[in-house]
T-cell receptor, first 112, second 115 residues
Framework: AQSVTQLGSHVSVSEGALVLLRCNYS??????LFWYVQYPNQGLQLLLK??????LVKGINGFEAEFKKSETSFHLTKPSAHMSDAAEYFC??????????FGAGTRLFVKA | DGGITQSPKYLFRKEGQNVTLSCEQN?????MYWYRQDPGQGLRLIYY???????QKGDIAEGYSVSREKKESFPLTVTSAQKNPTAFYLC??????????????FGEGSRLTVL
């Protein structure tokens, strides 16, 4: 069965510190993987996606993620956090058809 | 600009009332979706549609109904049979076929509160 697990429902970092949001997946077929960001009372916006090309994927706002098949992971990183990065982040898995599986989300807090 | 428009943004309902949430897209996407979001639970699929006049139940369809009379429109009705309707509802769309990588395009959401 396909699944997505985001480790940590809340992550807090200081402004300027490294951001690391963890995502592990389970899939019996090659996956497409996504990170979406959601600001309060808004919809989700695509940050980046892995679609079986380069394993290191760069997205918007300085975020990037690395697909590691051996670890079944797709962690999201940003070298230096900014206050505007405070939001909820969702990892998602797509393996075809019409079903996308979302993780439970990780809320990122950025301290001044 | 192309995108998805949801309305209303906020909606209050008394118990026993049906309410309809609007979703319109001008991205020329074939597929449209409705998700429900509750704190700490991610997004759960209510209904989806890949073509006009056809739609399929998702994981939590009970107490909801949809229609797809036009490609651009996919309204969701939350009926009085939905036991716990207070939630944030998100409409999304995507392409179909070989170009489809599963990327979803979302509206701004509608927050429904039952009083």
């Amino acid at each position: 069965a396909q699944s997505v697990t985001q480790l940590g429902s809340h992550v807090s970092v200081s402004e300027g510190a490294l951001v690391l949001l963890r995502c592990n997946y389970s899939s019996s077929v090659p996956p497409y993987l996504f990170w979406y960001v959601q600001y309060p009372n808004q919809g989700l916006q695509l940050l980046l996606k892995y679609t079986s090309a380069a394993t290191l994927v760069k997205g918007i706002n300085g975020f990037e993620a690395e697909f590691k098949k051996s670890e079944t992971s797709f962690h999201l990183t940003k070298p230096s956090a900014h206050m505007s990065d405070a939001a909820e982040y969702f990892c998602a898995l797509y393996t075809g058809g019409f079903k996308t599986i979302f993780g439970a989300g990780t809320r990122l807090f950025v301290k001044a | 600009d192309g995108g998805i428009t949801q309305s209303p943004k906020y909606l209050f309902r008394k118990e026993g009332q049906n309410v309809t949430l609007s979703c319109e897209q001008n991205l020329n996407h074939d597929a449209m979706y409705w998700y429900r979001q509750d704190p700490g639970q991610g997004l759960r699929l209510i209904y989806y549609s890949q073509i006009v006049n056809d739609f399929q139940k998702g994981d939590i369809a009970e107490g909801y109904s949809v229609s797809r009379e036009k490609k651009e429109s996919f309204p969701l009705t939350v009926t009085s049979a939905q036991k716990n309707p207070t939630a944030f509802y998100l409409c999304a769309s995507s392409t179909l076929g070989q170009v489809n990588t599963g990327e979803l395009f979302f509206g701004e959401g509608s927050r429904l509160t039952v009083l």
